[in-house]
């Protein structure tokens, strides 16, 4: 019986290179997309990940991509959106117009252009799966993040659409972190800021994502929903 296959895209680093990890240690042959190189590729690679670049913000080379995985994949039977581009909106209509693009191009005409593709794939598998990592500022915008926050509500609402249009055959759903792993660049005020605002009062690491898809994986009458990890975050935002 062969592997079971699953592609991550964003996986050189933090959540996508741990879930990518993850997987390769259940048992799954891994597929994962980087934007450059990074120290972090070379234990994926050791792992056995099969690791392909592209700069998601590039139209041409995402869109030959997923031709490419279209092509070379017979059956996939998870599919990971993971890949993000993170900043506050800049100031300028120029640099914010560029940034706007940029972030669409990441957050929803990659994933779109993925699925699409290999939407073949995913029908030939007993049990496939699209996942899309999206924030639980999809519900609650942060003013500061409007090209992220939109662009990811917009990953959202194609994760939704999908849920009807690749039902029954393939399940959709959502995880949507919350302060799992700060950035380092953010400060001791900042993190105790957040966190002053999440019930649980802690970071939650990376290991609550592997378990929110382990939940997805597994339970075959699950789609559409969308699951917060964010130790509460979200409620205490209401």
């Known amino acids: 019986m062969s592997l079971p296959v699953a592609l991550v895209t964003g996986c050189g680093r933090r959540l996508g290179h741990y879930l990518a990890l993850q997987?390769?240690?259940?048992?799954?042959r891994v597929i994962g997309t980087f934007r450059s190189e990074r120290p972090e590729l070379t234990q994926l690679r050791r792992a056995g990940v099969e690791l392909y670049p592209c700069d998601f913000a590039d139209v041409a080379a995402t869109t030959a991509l997923a031709s490419q995985l279209g092509e070379r994949l017979p059956r996939l039977d998870l599919l990971i959106h993971n890949a993000s581009a993170f900043g506050p909106t800049s100031n300028g209509l120029a640099a914010a117009a560029a940034e706007f693009e940029a972030f669409f191009r990441v957050h929803m005409l990659a994933?779109?252009?993925l699925t699409e593709a290999l939407t073949p794939a995913l029908r030939a598998s007993d049990n496939g799966c699209v996942v899309a990592i999206t924030d639980i500022y999809v519900n609650h915008p942060n003013p500061?993040?409007?090209a992220y926050c939109s662009?990811?509500?917009g990953l959202d609402s194609l994760a939704?659409?999908?849920?009807?249009?690749?039902?029954p055959e393939i399940r959709v759903n959502s995880i949507q972190p919350g302060p799992i792993l700060f950035l380092e660049d953010h400060s001791d005020d900042y993190r105790a800021q957040i966190l002053a605002r999440t019930p649980l009062q802690r970071e939650g690491g990376l290991e609550p994502i592997a378990q929110a898809l382990w939940l997805i994986v597994n339970n075959r009458y699950?789609?559409?929903?969308?699951i917060p990890v964010d130790g509460g975050r979200a409620v205490a935002e209401l």
């Open 111 to 113: 994933p779109w252009l």
């Open 151 to 153: 662009t990811k509500a």
């Open 160 to 167: 939704q659409s999908w849920v009807r249009r690749l039902a």
């Open 222 to 226: 699950l789609t559409g929903a969308r």
């Open 144 to 146: 500061r993040l409007a």
């Open 23 to 28: 997987l390769i240690d259940a048992g799954y």
